[in-house]
T-cell receptor, first 110, second 114 residues
Framework: DQQVKQNSPSLSVQEGRISILNCDYT??????FLWYKKYPAEGPTFLIS?????DKNEDGRFTVFLNKSAKHLSLHIVPSQPGDSAVYFC?????????FGAGTTVTVRA | NAGVTQTPKFQVLKTGQSMTLQCAQD?????MSWYRQDPGMGLRLIHY???????DQGEVPNGYNVSRSTTEDFPLRLLSAAPSQTSVYFC?????????????FGQGTRLTVV
C-alpha cells in the first residue's frame, strides 16, 4: 500500500511556462518531505525539501508547497527549461525510513 | 570526487544464483541504504544502515542480506535470485538520516533474473 502517491505519471509543458507536480500522502506521521529528480541511466538527485512545520520553501526556480490538512504537497518550477525534462519523485519520511512516490515524467517542449 | 559508486552497472543472473551488488562511498557518510526501482512503484527501501555494524530492514527486505563492516562499504547480497528481483537497484548515502538531509545516489545496477 503506497503511502506516497503521485497520480500524474506524466506532464508536458512548454518552455518558459510553469510546471506543477502534485503529491499526496496518507501517513500523518510523515514529518519531512523531499523532491528528487532523475535523468535516464542516472541515480536520483536531491532537488528541494520542506519540513512539516513549514508550508512553503523556495530555491531559485523551484518552490515546494505543503498543505498538511489535505496531506498534499506540490512542486512548482518557474520558468520551465529543457533541462528540467526528467522524472520527479516525491518522498516523505517518518523516522529513518523514506517512502517514495511512483514518479512523474516531465517533458519540457521547446 | 567519486561520491557513491555502484558495481556492476548491469547483471544477468539465472534463477537460484547468488551475487553481491557493491556500493562504496567516499564522503564519510554514516547513513547508507539500498532501494529498488520498479515501474509504477517508485523507489522502495530494502535495507539501511545508520553506521558501521548497524543494519535494519526497510520496506521490502525479503531475499536480500546486507552487512556494514566499514563506513565506506554497504554490499547487498542476493542469496538465491528470483525473477521477482529483476529491477534497478540504487545505493544511497547521507551525512545523517536522509529524512532531513540530502541523500546521494549511485548510478544504479540493472539486474535481470531469468
Amino acid at each position: 500500500d503506497q503511502q506516497v502517491k503521485q497520480n500524474s505519471p506524466s506532464l508536458s509543458v512548454q518552455e518558459g511556462r510553469i510546471s506543477i507536480l502534485n503529491c499526496d500522502y496518507t501517513n500523518s506521521m510523515f514529518d519531512y518531505f523531499l523532491w528528487y529528480k532523475k535523468y535516464p541511466a542516472e541515480g536520483p538527485t536531491f532537488l528541494i525539501s520542506i519540513s512539516s512545520i513549514k508550508d512553503k520553501n523556495e530555491d531559485g526556480r523551484f518552490t515546494v508547497f505543503l498543505n498538511k490538512s489535505a496531506k498534499h504537497l506540490s512542486l512548482h518550477i518557474v520558468p520551465s527549461q529543457p533541462g528540467d525534462s526528467a522524472v520527479y519523485f516525491c518522498a516523505a519520511s517518518a523516522g529513518h525510513k523514506l517512502s517514495f512516490g511512483a514518479g512523474t515524467t516531465v517533458t519540457v517542449r521547446a | 570526487n567519486a561520491g557513491v559508486t555502484q558495481t556492476p552497472k548491469f547483471q544477468v543472473l539465472k534463477t537460484g544464483q547468488s551475487m553481491t551488488l557493491q556500493c562504496a562511498q567516499d564522503m564519510n557518510h554514516e547513513y547508507m541504504s539500498w532501494y529498488r526501482q520498479d515501474p509504477g512503484m517508485g523507489l522502495r527501501l530494502i535495507h539501511y544502515s545508520v553506521g558501521a555494524g548497524i543494519t535494519d530492514q526497510g520496506e521490502v527486505p525479503n531475499g536480500y542480506n546486507v552487512s556494514r563492516s566499514t563506513t565506506e562499504d554497504f554490499p547487498l547480497r542476493l542469496l538465491s535470485a528470483a525473477p521477482s528481483q529483476t529491477s534497478v537497484y540504487f545505493c544511497a548515502s547521507s551525512y545523517r538520516s536522509p529524512m532531513n538531509t540530502e541523500a546521494f545516489f549511485g548510478q544504479g545496477t540493472r539486474l535481470t533474473v531469468v
